[in-house]
């Protein structure tokens, strides 16, 4: 079939920054969605339906099960592709159909707050259904956005993922209470819907279709990089993540999240314990600085990684991560003061989603366009693979007469991280990358 310069609708996405952004923005909230739903609304209304916490555990575990093995979704997006409408469209909208379709089977279900069988049902579904559309707009993101795009996005991401979970806990948990499960999910479902049809009327690149049986044909840069065989997917894919600049990447993404996961299990106990805090007082806090940061990465962060650079950012960053450890470790006797643990926490926050909306840019530069579903979600794996790496550092130090020793390993691990980080030129990182693992960014928009 002949390439067609077909003009209907938006202008295609290689040809508008704006829609790029405005995209990422939209999706990543309506990934938020079904998440604030099943972490916050929906164990409030089972709570207060009378649910024990091992079913409420069981809800929300069925909602994080998705999420752990979204590895999956990568080899599977990279390798199926409807080229005529994108090589990430078809994901995209097909994911957040079931998304949309998975929320109005609740809303004609309306499970009871004990149901815990079709609870867990939906939400595993749903959850199935978000993976598939975050790992292919990460991948839509690698493939069309600019180098300056992608630093700003990583902030995009993380504070519209926020927002919309933010918004959907307290809006859901506000109608369930007030009108019922039913009200919930209509409005979720509303919400998403919404995003759907924006969806429906983009392209990624001129010429392709609206829809399978609108008019439209693939592009030939897609055509030209779509590997279309499992073997040669696997292949090129482990080849792109063992490049020499990929594998000194590696151990920045492992470290992101290991303060993170050491304060989200000691923190509880700490001010619990020493600080006289109750749980409302903890989560409170924990909530706010969570939604601050989120706000912070939406405008500031995301504009200050673009201005600086993934990796220069990372050079003051993670400094900066190690000297709050260490003030932490060295203040001690301040952990019963209440101010000094809330600005720990809130410092805790801004710096971390800092560092994570760092790590986006540097992590979309090394992605191979063919295999950049795979890749870019492998590294997120493994970012993300710092979290139980440090709620396991704090399970082994915490509990002893010394649990300031957690800290001053985590100053000790990151102080390595900003040493290793000045080693390596920004300069370097693209000089070295590029003649052997071809990207898509940069180029993409002006080829269309």
């Excluded at 609870?119 to 690698?142: G, M, P, R, Y």
């Excluded at 992608?150 to 959907?168: D, I």
């Excluded at 082994?396 to 980080?421: D, H």
Aim: include cysteine; hydrophobic fraction near 55%.
């Amino acid at each position: 079939m002949a390439f067609l310069p077909v003009t209907q609708g938006f202008l295609p996405l290689v040809e508008s920054p704006r829609l790029r952004m405005l995209t990422v923005f939209l999706f990543y909230v309506a990934q938020g969605i079904p998440l604030g739903f099943f972490y916050v609304a929906i164990p409030a209304y089972m709570a207060k339906s009378g649910a024990s916490p091992a079913q409420i555990a069981a809800v929300v575990g069925m909602t994080s099960l998705p999420w752990s093995l979204k590895l999956v979704n990568g080899f599977i997006i990279d390798r199926y592709a409807y080229l005529p409408m994108g090589r990430r469209r078809m994901w995209i909208v097909g994911a957040q159909s079931m998304i949309v379709l998975g929320c109005l089977l609740g809303l004609g279900l309306q499970p009871g707050g004990q149901d815990v069988f079709v609870l867990s049902c939906l939400a595993f579904a749903i959850s199935l259904a978000t993976t598939f559309q975050d790992v292919a707009i990460d991948s839509l993101a690698v493939d069309i956005m600019t180098e300056e795009e992608q630093a700003t996005a990583g902030g995009v991401m993380f504070g519209a993922q926020a927002l919309g979970m933010a918004g959907a806990g307290a809006i859901c948990g506000f109608l369930i209470q007030t009108y019922g499960i039913a009200a919930g999910f209509a409005a979720c479902a509303t919400g998403l819907a919404v995003v759907l049809a924006y969806g429906l009327a983009l392209r990624e690149r001129p010429g392709e279709k609206l829809t399978p049986w609108s008019e439209g044909a693939a592009h030939p840069r897609n055509i030209a990089i779509q590997i279309d065989a499992w073997l040669p997917l696997l292949r090129s894919s482990f080849r792109a993540i063992l490049l020499p600049m990929s594998l000194f990447f590696v151990p920045f993404l492992l470290i992101r999240a290991i303060p993170i996961g050491g304060t989200e299990a000691y923190y509880p106990v700490l001010t619990r314990e020493l600080t006289g805090w109750t749980m409302t007082d903890y989560t409170s806090v924990n909530a706010a600085a969570k939604l601050g940061s989120a706000v912070f990465a939406l405008t500031i962060g995301g504009w200050m990684v673009a201005k600086l650079g993934g990796q220069r950012a990372l050079a003051i960053l993670l400094p900066m991560m190690a000297a709050l450890m260490l003030v932490l470790g060295l203040g001690k006797p301040l952990w019963s003061d209440g101010g000094f643990m809330a600005l720990a926490i809130w410092s805790k926050e801004f710096i971390g989603i800092a560092i994570a909306t760092a790590t986006i840019p540097i992590a979309m530069r090394l992605c191979s366009p063919a295999v950049a579903a795979t890749q870019f979600t492998i590294y997120m794996a493994l970012a993300n693979f710092g979290r139980p790496i440090g709620a396991w550092l704090s399970g082994a130090t915490t509990g002893g007469p010394a649990p300031e020793i957690f800290f001053f390993l985590v100053a000790a691990i990151f102080s390595g991280g900003a040493a290793a980080i000045w080693l390596v030129k920004p300069a370097t990182v693209s000089a070295k990358v590029q003649p052997e693992a071809p990207r898509g960014i940069g180029t993409a928009p002006a080829e269309n």
